[in-house]
């Protein structure tokens, strides 16, 4: 509306205007060079008006001329862009759809017609990887790392191939320099993470779990800096233990229920005198997570108590954790010490049908210091022996003695206080050959089955091989397969055999209706 207003406005005015001269006329006189021009003002204003249009043309096709070099060029680079665009796109959708041979044809041509482009350079680190050419790929993302804008990418990919072909220092190198950058991707700080951590440089690693301070939950960011606030305060100890009592002490408001930290903190305060504000802080990391470590500095508060006065102090930290298998190992020990069998005995009697190796061989020891039977000393021995595994600091499928931050693996808070195996094969078989259903109960702690006699047989299929489960099976449940077996996003995998017809055509053809029948006779 606007418009047709202002262009009602600007015809009015260009109107008025022309009325304005029509109504008053005059004469224009030229004279140049012996030529005399004379004619009226209207007539000499639109001669003026010709004349600016025809110079105005005559500019227009002269700039025209000299610029057409340049739109030719514009031209064809733009041509070539668009050819590149759709070689990257064809080139991606073969990486997606796992062809190899289609992706480095694609990627070879897009390397022609964009060079340095950030998408050819991707698909030529990609077509590479899945070709198996690990050399190609990491040239590809030495390119990468030289722009600005796909320097993150690039380093990703340098750190990727570093650690698949087991270049440790080659991978934190790449690590670091992606963890320094303005925007620090998570991956680069829980790489540097992981190598400070795995070299026990305990303040770079806390340094890097503040740059990723961000990108971790709260509850995940506390627990890590405990765990390193704890390894770094056992480096200090020795050279010093004022730093390492602060350090500890902050781990143990991030995770009170750090055991390691707790025992460490209380025997530590213990020494400097400060009794009260570590029977607080074991008391409470005692009743969040029963630990014998937080047990034994429990015990060792005032160095000079009797056996008596340490039996009546664990028996209050028992109190704490009621019913739990570590308060009744504490509160027997600690009876054993203080002469104390029949409470010793007592606090056992709940564990002593199915007993654990310690259960049993404190037991032995109660018989040996009360009465000194022999017999009953080698049966809880003999017990000993054949018994369950107790809880131990598990990680990665080793077993360590004490508590250690990091796993053999390299990962931050492996160890865990666990039966070792405990989670293996007593629920479910590994693998399964056929998807038949497996009687639970015959699975969990059932003796082995004896083999059956294997018989050739001639000509059966599996299915005929399969005979039907009797009527009186126990109620089954279906088995998962333990291990899922995925595909690197990278790796192209084995070869499935693609081309092959998954539907193959009948041999012979199916019947066709009396109409078709009679319709053929014409053809």
């Avoid at 406005?9 to 029509?22: D, E, I, N, P, S």
């Avoid at 091989?465 to 009527?471: I, L, M, R, T, W």
């Amino acid at each position: 509306m606007i418009r047709v207003v202002i262009f009602l406005l600007a015809a009015a005015v260009l109107a008025a205007g022309v009325v304005w001269v029509a109504d008053r006329p005059g004469d224009v006189a030229v004279t140049w060079m012996g030529y005399h021009i004379e004619t009226s003002v209207m007539v000499a204003a639109l001669a003026l008006a010709a004349l600016v249009i025809v110079l105005m043309l005559l500019w227009t096709i002269v700039r025209g001329i000299l610029r057409s070099p340049g739109h030719v060029s514009l031209l064809f680079r733009h041509r070539r862009a668009a050819k590149g665009h759709l070689a990257i796109s064809r080139g991606l959708i073969a990486v997606g759809a796992g062809d190899p041979r289609g992706a480095r044809k694609a990627a070879d041509e897009a390397s022609r017609l964009a060079p340095g482009h950030p998408l050819a350079l991707l698909l030529s680190a990609q077509s590479a990887q899945m070709a198996g050419d690990r050399s190609g790929a990491e040239r590809a993302f030495r390119e990468m790392t030289r722009r600005e804008e796909t320097k993150l990418l690039g380093l990703r990919g340098l750190f990727i191939e570093a650690r698949r072909r087991d270049d440790a220092d080659a991978a934190r190198l790449a690590a670091e320099e992606a963890g320094n950058a303005p925007s620090a991707p998570a991956w680069a700080a829980q790489a540097v993470l992981d190598y400070r951590s795995a070299a026990a440089d305990w303040a770079g690693a806390l340094d890097a779990l503040d740059h990723m301070k961000a990108a971790l939950e709260k509850a995940v960011y506390r627990r890590q800096r405990a765990i390193l606030l704890t390894a770094h305060a056992l480096k200090l100890e020795e050279n010093n233990r004022d730093a390492a009592r602060a350090a500890v002490l902050e781990a143990v408001k991030l995770a009170p229920d750090l055991a390691p930290a707790a025992a460490f903190a209380g025997k530590r305060l213990a020494e400097a005198g400060e009794q009260r504000k570590a029977r607080k802080i074991l008391e409470r990391a005692w009743s969040i997570n029963p630990h014998p470590d937080v047990a034994e500095a429990y015990a060792d508060l005032r160095p000079g108590d009797s056996a008596r006065e340490r039996f009546n102090r664990m028996q209050k930290l028992a109190g704490l954790a009621a019913g739990h298998v570590e308060s009744a190992l504490a509160v027997a020990r600690s009876a054993l010490d203080a002469r104390e069998f029949g409470v010793a005995r007592a606090a056992l009697a709940s564990y002593l049908a199915a007993p654990t190796r310690r259960v049993a061989t404190l037991m032995s020891e109660i018989e040996e210091s009360e009465h000194g039977a022999e017999g009953s000393v080698r049966e809880w021995m003999a017990r000993a022996m054949r018994a369950s595994g107790d809880p131990a600091w598990t990680a990665d499928g080793s077993v360590s003695e004490h508590w250690r931050p990091v796993s053999p693996s390299g990962r931050l808070d492996g160890f865990v206080w666990k039966v070792p195996l405990a989670e293996i094969g007593v629920t479910r078989p590994v693998i399964e050959l056929t998807p038949a259903e497996v009687p639970v109960e015959s699975i969990a702690f059932a003796p082995p089955a004896p083999e059956p006699e294997v018989k050739p047989v001639a000509r059966k299929s599996a299915k005929s091989a399969v005979k039907p489960a009797p009527k009186n099976m126990p109620r089954t449940k279906p088995v998962e397969p333990v291990i899922p077996l995925v595909h690197a996003p990278d790796d192209p995998g084995p070869d499935l055999n693609l081309d092959a017809d998954p539907i193959p055509e009948p041999t012979t053809q199916p019947p066709r209706a009396p109409w078709q029948r009679f319709m053929q006779l014409f053809r």
